[in-house]
């Protein structure tokens, strides 16, 4: 009889968390390029919208993988999933911000 290993769960899990991550950071992005869209669909509408995305990334990543070095080491599924819930909040969060503009 074959033995379980419990890494095998462990790698699922964490494999799950990162895919999860990832389609939660192409969210964030299609959430940014769908309000400038919203706006007028410029050309400058959408390279403002894609350069807030990746500051967006680069900063919370920053910050996140900063965490995830101190907590929870080994664990980079955790930082892109939640990196990836921080893309698609802010996303949202700029989406209903065009109801908002002035102008």
Not at 16 to 44: M, Q
Not at 62 to 70: E, K, N, Q, T, Y
Request: charge should be positive; avoid cysteine; glycine fraction near 14%.
């Amino acid at each position: 009889m074959g033995t379980l290993h419990t890494t095998d769960g462990a790698d699922a899990t964490r494999r799950t968390f990162t895919a999860i991550g990832v389609v939660l950071l192409l969210v964030g992005l299609l959430e940014h390029l769908i309000s400038a869209r919203a706006i007028g669909g410029s050309y400058i509408a959408f390279r403002d919208h894609i350069f807030g995305f990746v500051l967006i990334t680069i900063v919370f990543g920053a910050v996140i993988f900063g965490l995830g070095w101190r907590f929870w080491k080994g664990r980079r599924d955790i930082s892109i999933l939640l990196l990836g819930v921080v893309n698609v909040l802010l996303g949202f969060y700029v989406y209903l911000q065009r109801f908002h503009m002035h102008g």
